[in-house]
């Protein structure tokens, strides 16, 4: 629990939340957490008691309307929670309120809720709960046909839940991602703490987003945020969850694989550095990742080369073609190579990927050729989400990292948008000269240091690339920006 | 006539409570006379019992024999309804005192 706006919070251990939460939940506080169909919110509540105790050591208490106490032992087993050994242990309690099917009691006369507050009270102080979870509020609507009634109890049951001093969350069903708050409509005036959860199909992708809508008496950080469900680590906030500060910055500088390339960046890009190339097809990207690969292996360094739109083939015989061996570099244990395409997962789940690949193999390097290719897979703010939380988990390793990119139109893609990130940005890329087709390179960027502002013709030949003296004509080499007229005296 | 068993849950010591378990000792009493037997469990006090039962709204009566067991939410102020979803065969003559069908 950290202090933070005068408001106590209890930190969920969700990854990622807790930094859009600035803390955590206000602790001691229900919060009602929203969202459709699919949306998450089952998870967020079992998450949210699960990583208390494995996290923070607080007992929880589970209410559950909707799903039977086994159906969630079983999808716990899943992201590795052991519900079974947590009961045994009294860390974990249910209170089993799910409905067997058909079961619909009748009523005669007035009626309350008091044996559930009864249960729900005597599960919180029989384990000494400091977080319970309740999934759902919807549920308990559906159940009787008193809706006045149930609204009443639901404010009873809110109350209840402050004054036993437990953090909690109360689920709630939504019936449109972007209409009101929830269904009933009222839950939102009776709870001070409100996050929704949002999957929506855009441009005919799932995407899904978590918001805080309002922490009464405290600061949150507003919008949605981009998430996603990994079958291991479950709810992950992106980029959120990935965004850790850097401390240093490495000054030790490493090759790119060509030392005439090395020389235009000032002798070599910084260790920690993210190398962002914008090429044309057929520019040389591939081969460049490759040299770059080359480089790591030579140093008897570990990288991570990740190809879209390519097979591992193909990449193979390019490679072979410029005298580099991928096999016996991958026998060699120095290189793992992953070539496939972009339509084959979500772009969340090939971030996720990368990001477990990289925690098993830790690489000194990662290339990722064809970041463009996502973009087939993603909206424009999806990706550039991924790439700057990709940027956090390399940075975060001192990873020298590689993003090829295709260019795209406009100066406000992701991929454009990308170079921000960047440390040091080339484009390469073909240019007509009079008769002929030929490549030119210039370094757009670079980070802490300085750089050569020539565009340089580019050959490359079966040792690979070559740079070369400054193309002597005015080329528009770069996208949207002005051409300078040429100087007469030149 | 076979004996009857009900099990009735109400939360605390409350006029609904008190309300639910006299009216249900009136309609077997008058449905039921000497044939029944009835067991009154306070949910804030065996709040284990209830959580057997899965019971979430009180007072609730659930009929433990015979089988099946039939179950009713409420303070059951209409005693003749109350008897008819409990399953309780009716009898001849005339409702319980105030009562309608």
């Not at chain 1, 939940?25 to 969202?35: D, H, S």
């Not at chain 1, 008091?114 to 729900?120: F, K, P, Q, T, V």
Request: charged share 25%; glycine share 10%; aromatic share 6%.
């Amino acid at each position: 629990m950290t202090r933070g706006a005068g408001v106590e919070r209890t930190a969920t251990g969700i990854s990622g939340f807790d930094d859009i939460a600035i803390g955590g939940l206000p602790t001691g506080r229900p919060t009602l957490v929203a969202g459709t169909t699919g949306s998450g919110k089952t998870l967020f509540s079992m998450e949210f008691l699960a990583r208390g105790i494995t996290g923070f050591g607080d007992p929880g208490v589970y209410v559950t309307f909707d799903e039977t106490p086994d159906a969630l032992r079983r999808n716990a087993h899943s992201l590795g929670f052991d519900m079974e050994t947590w009961e045994a242990d009294g860390t974990w309690m249910f209170v089993d309120a799910s409905l067997e099917a058909g079961e619909q009691t009748p009523t005669v006369g007035t009626y309350d809720l008091g044996a559930l507050m009864a249960r729900i009270e005597h599960a919180v102080r029989r384990i000494g709960a400091r977080r319970v979870s309740l999934d759902s509020l919807g549920s308990v609507f559906t159940r009787f046909a008193d809706q006045d009634l149930v609204r009443r109890e639901l404010y009873r049951l809110a109350r209840l839940l402050d004054s036993l001093g437990v953090t909690s969350v109360l689920t709630t069903e939504r019936d449109a991602d972007y209409n009101g708050v929830t269904r009933q409509g009222v839950e939102e005036f009776v709870f001070d703490n409100v996050v929704i959860l949002r999957s929506v199909m855009r441009d005919e992708r799932r995407h899904r987003t978590i918001e805080i809508v309002k922490f009464r008496g405290t600061t949150h950080r507003t919008g949605e945020w981009l998430f996603t469900i990994d079958p291991e680590d479950g709810l992950v906030i992106i980029p959120v969850a990935f965004l850790a500060p850097r401390d240093r910055a490495s000054r030790e500088r490493v090759s790119t694989g060509n030392a005439e390339l090395d020389a235009m960046v000032g002798g070599g890009v910084f260790r920690d550095a993210v190398v962002l190339l914008i090429g044309s097809y057929g520019g040389g990207k591939t081969l460049t990742a490759l040299q770059f690969a080359d480089a790591a292996y030579r140093a008897g360094e570990r990288c991570l080369f990740h190809a879209f739109d390519v097979t591992r083939g193909q990449l193979g015989r390019d490679a072979a073609g410029w005298d580099l061996d991928l096999d016996v570099m991958e026998a060699s244990g120095l290189l793992r190579v992953t070539a496939t395409y972009p339509e084959v997962a979500s772009v969340e789940d090939h971030f996720l990927r990368i990001r477990r690949d990289i925690a098993e193999f830790a690489p000194a390097r990662l290339v990722i050729d064809g970041l463009s290719a996502l973009e087939r897979r993603a909206t424009p703010r999806t990706l550039l989400d991924i790439v700057v939380a990709l940027g956090g988990v390399v940075r975060q390793r001192e990873i020298t990292t590689l993003f090829t990119s295709a260019p795209t139109s406009g100066s406000t893609t992701p991929i454009m948008e990308t170079a921000s990130i960047a440390d040091v940005t080339l484009v390469l890329r073909d240019v007509e000269g009079p008769g002929e087709v030929r490549r030119a390179i210039a370094v757009l960027q670079t980070r802490g240091s300085a750089h050569d502002h020539a565009i340089r013709e580019v050959t490359i030949d079966g040792d690979g690339m070559h740079i070369g003296d400054p193309f002597p004509e005015i080329l528009h080499l770069l996208p949207d920006t002005p051409v300078l007229p040429r100087d007469p005296e030149d | 006539m076979a004996n009857y068993s009900f099990r009735m849950y109400v939360a605390g010591h409350t006029r609904r409570s008190q309300a639910a378990e006299e009216n249900l000792r009136a309609l077997c009493d008058f449905y039921l006379p000497g044939c029944h037997e009835i067991e009154v469990v306070d949910a804030t006090e065996q709040p284990d019992l209830a959580e057997e039962e899965r019971v979430l709204a009180t007072p609730i009566v659930i009929r433990t024999s015979p089988l099946p067991g039939y179950r009713v939410i409420g303070d059951l102020s209409d005693r003749a309804k109350a008897a008819f979803l409990l399953g309780i065969p009716e009898v001849d003559g005339p409702a319980p005192e105030g009562q309608t069908l």
